[in-house]
């Protein structure tokens, strides 16, 4: 394979990812293999090799006959969403504290630093896909191979749910959206001194803080169920 080649499959894989995440190509839509070779310049062979890779990373789901889907977000995924979310990233953000080392730690500031220029400017996308390489970069940190596949795929989720409701004029939202940019910069303190217990304790709060927001733009209008649990689980707080 040329080079020309894995540079166009890179830069192929790279743009899919960020429409997807941007919902440039909607969840649960199918990719024309004929479109995307030619939008990319890439003949068919490593255009499936990209498509391969993004499936084993949670961004499409190959179809028998039907070929790449992108990865839907049915009201069953985004239950599970809310329950793993807390979870997931409660024992990734523990671990970074444990791991991280000082490279990595200097990525995270930087994209805190791009992240807030995206805040200032009002962009949506770049603030979602630079909130996306934050927690990435913690995932990173954590360094365990069990828990790196579960953190990619929700934070497409995270990140797409983001795109569909963030509006950068909504003035409920600015409050919120100023807290959660002030806690990243207290993840990056408290990942540089190590601090697990501090690091994870705030990894669930800067998910309360969102969590709201989000479950009642995705749960459909007239459905009292939580989407945190199952249909038919008790609600009465029972229980452990």
């Known amino acids: 394979m040329s080079a020309k080649t894995i540079t166009r499959k890179a830069h192929c894989a790279e743009d899919i990812r960020r429409r997807i995440l941007t919902l ?12 995307l070779s030619e ?6 062979p490593p255009l499936r090799e990209v498509l391969n890779q993004l499936a084993g990373e949670g961004y499409v789901v190959l179809q028998k006959n039907r070929g790449a889907q992108v990865a839907p977000m049915s009201h069953k995924t985004m239950r599970n969403f809310f329950v793993a979310a807390p979870m997931l990233y409660a024992a ?33 996308a770049a603030r979602a896909l630079m909130n996306q390489r934050f927690h990435a970069i913690i995932g990173e940190m954590a360094d ?10 929700l934070l497409i ?47 669930l709060s800067h998910w309360e803080l969102s969590r709201a927001s989000l479950e009642s733009f995705v749960t459909p209008p007239g459905m009292d169920i939580p989407l945190g649990q199952a249909p038919g689980a008790r609600q009465d707080g029972g229980g452990a």
């Open 92 to 124: 990734v953000t523990r671990l970074a504290a444990h791991h991280a080392t000082d490279a990595q730690i200097m990525q995270l500031k930087d994209a805190q630093l791009l992240f807030r220029k995206a805040e200032r400017d009002g962009d949506t």
């Open 157 to 203: 989720d995270h990140t797409r749910i983001a795109m569909s409701f963030y509006n950068p004029r909504n003035p409920v939202l600015a409050a919120e959206r100023a807290t959660a940019a002030d806690q990243h910069d207290a993840f990056i303190a408290l990942i540089e001194a190590g601090d697990a217990d501090g690091a994870a304790a705030l990894a």
């Open 24 to 35: 440039g190509f909607e969840p649960g839509s199918y990719l024309d293999e004929t479109d």
């Open 144 to 153: 365990n191979e069990f828990l790196a596949p579960s953190l990619r795929r």
């Open 39 to 44: 939008r990319y310049d890439i003949s068919r």
